[in-house]
């Protein structure tokens, strides 16, 4: 089992960018993808991001697409999500996942989770 642990979240003002930071321990594999999703308050778990094991191939969320980054370092075992010209929307519990099979696309193909981190855009 991994233990995935996020860290960064915070309160940002609208336009503001930040870096959340996703380390990986416990039986790490560094052929797996990973992946960022995000929960706000009363919707559902939603793709944010991901990244292909070798780091070669990210794919986006069309509301993330030309603002949010993600990139890994595999030697150090973290997976980060670069956030920039942050919106109000983009206001919820930011969450990494290790990628077990199936579509990039869809949180029932993750099978390791974090707790979370909460990002808050506001003024």
């Known amino acids: 089992q991994v233990q995935l642990v996020e860290s960064g979240g915070g309160l940002v003002q609208p336009g503001g960018s930040l870096r959340l930071s996703c380390t990986a321990s416990g039986r790490t594999r560094g052929d797996r993808g990973m992946g960022w999703f995000r929960q706000a308050p009363g919707k559902e778990r939603a793709f944010v991001g991901c990244?292909?094991?070798?780091?070669?191939?990210?794919y986006y969320a069309d509301s993330v697409k030309g603002r949010f980054t993600i990139s890994r370092d595999n030697a150090k075992n973290v997976v980060y999500l670069q956030m920039n010209s942050l919106k109000p929307e983009d206001t919820a519990v930011y969450y990494c996942?290790?990628?077990?099979?199936?579509?990039?696309?869809?949180?029932?193909?993750?099978?390791?989770w974090g707790q979370g981190t909460q990002v808050t855009v506001s003024s």
């Open positions: 990244i292909t094991w070798g780091g070669v191939n990210t």
């Open positions: 996942a290790a990628h077990s099979w199936g579509t990039y696309y869809s949180a029932a193909s993750y099978d390791d």
